[in-house]
């Protein structure tokens, strides 16, 4: 069904335009899942250092959120395609691309690093671009698009290294990711500069609103005057450029760009976004609850890790969480008709929420 588009509208009537759709609703009951993604997340913290005296140590903690550092920006990411409805896959592979593409630029190529660098981020901007506009032209699901765009961007990532790392990054470059502004690393001072940016354009701009309101309901949204092939293109050329920056700090810290580094961020980023509270249906998220989300991961990992657990099984128990935690979102919008969720959830205090009462 092709969806006809008019004139942008002016913020007022935007904003009239999102309160029907009802998303100013959905705001207290995600801002609630979001303290409990923390509370959780600190029970995790206290059950692990009970169990493992290396847990709660200043060396543990700051590996932890380096660890977080580029998982939080390609969250961030995705967190922003899904509120728009759509999906991208290629993010991980993205940050490959990017790193690949700096070390190409910078070390072979001889170009100053500020350049280089630009150079990779434009072109995995660039990049999602394309997948944004041929979406849009083709009317593809982005499922489609950016399952294309993984490989593609993962096979030039892997053809322009030869299969290798590309090392020897200059100084200057390395200092993104190993240099500290005090007692905190610039790896995490980047994502957190983003996070603060990305909120308020999610929360105060009439960008932000559009995306909630197109992810809500896309035929609705266009009738209020939202472009909503716009909003695909724009963040999948966001979830690019974020993916980017993201390969930049890998590739600092590293000291080498390769197609391997960052390809494997895929299942615990999505793992991350989903335990935040992100709908995968679209119009519902919250940055620091895939933050939160993407912490919990993190430790999930690390905790095991401490515990001697096999890498292996950490693999297991992220897919376990990740299909849980689309099973409760399903049933919580009432996606799911499985009636014994109904009931349990309504012994809980919590009603799912009807096909209807989304679209209205």
């Keep these: 069904m092709r969806v006809r588009e008019t004139q942008a509208p002016d ?3 935007l904003r009239v ?7 100013r609703s959905r705001f207290p009951r995600w801002n609630f899942q979001v303290v409990g993604i923390y509370v959780a997340l600190l029970v995790m913290w206290i059950v692990l250092t009970i169990l493992s005296p ?3 140590t200043v060396a543990n903690i700051r590996t932890l959120l380096i660890s977080a550092s580029t998982l939080s920006l390609i969250g961030a990411a995705l967190t922003i395609v899904l509120i728009a409805g759509e999906i991208d896959l290629s993010f991980a592979a993205m ?6 593409v700096s070390a190409i630029l910078i070390i072979k190529a001889g170009v100053p690093w500020p350049l280089g660098m630009l150079g990779a981020v434009a072109a995995g901007t660039f990049a999602g671009f394309i997948s944004g506009a041929v979406t849009v032209i083709g009317r593809l699901p982005t499922f489609i698009t950016t399952l294309a765009m993984l490989g593609i961007v993962q096979g030039t990532a892997f053809l322009i290294t030869n299969g290798e790392p590309v090392v020897d990054f200059p100084d200057a470059y390395q200092l993104i990711g190993n240099n500290w502004l005090g007692p ?3 790896s995490i001072l980047v994502p957190a500069l983003f996070y603060v940016l990305l909120q308020f354009v999610l929360t105060r701009t009439v960008f932000g609103l559009q995306l909630f309101a197109v992810g809500g309901n896309r035929i609705a949204a266009t009738r209020v005057g939202i472009s909503w092939s716009k909003v695909t293109v724009a963040v999948l050329a966001l979830s690019g450029f974020l993916s980017a920056v993201s390969g930049i700090v890998i590739t600092s810290r590293l000291n080498a760009g390769s197609g391997t580094y960052g390809a494997d961020d895929l299942l615990p980023a999505v793992a991350g976004v989903i335990i935040g509270g992100t709908s995968l249906t679209g119009g519902v998220g919250s940055l620091w609850g895939t933050f939160g989300g993407i912490m919990i991961v993190v430790t999930i990992s690390d905790g095991l890790t401490l515990l001697d657990v096999s890498q292996f099984w950490q693999q297991v128990l992220v897919g376990v969480i990740i299909m849980g935690a689309v099973i409760i979102d399903q049933a919580t919008r009432g996606s799911l008709s499985a009636p014994w969720f109904g009931e349990l959830l309504a012994k809980l205090g919590r009603r799912p929420r009807s096909r209807s009462e989304d679209l209205e």
């Design 11 to 13: 913020v007022p009537r």
């Design 17 to 23: 335009a999102v309160a029907r759709l009802g998303l």
């Design 54 to 56: 290396y847990f709660f």
């Design 95 to 100: 940050q490959a691309f990017a790193g690949s």
């Design 184 to 186: 905190i690393p610039l």
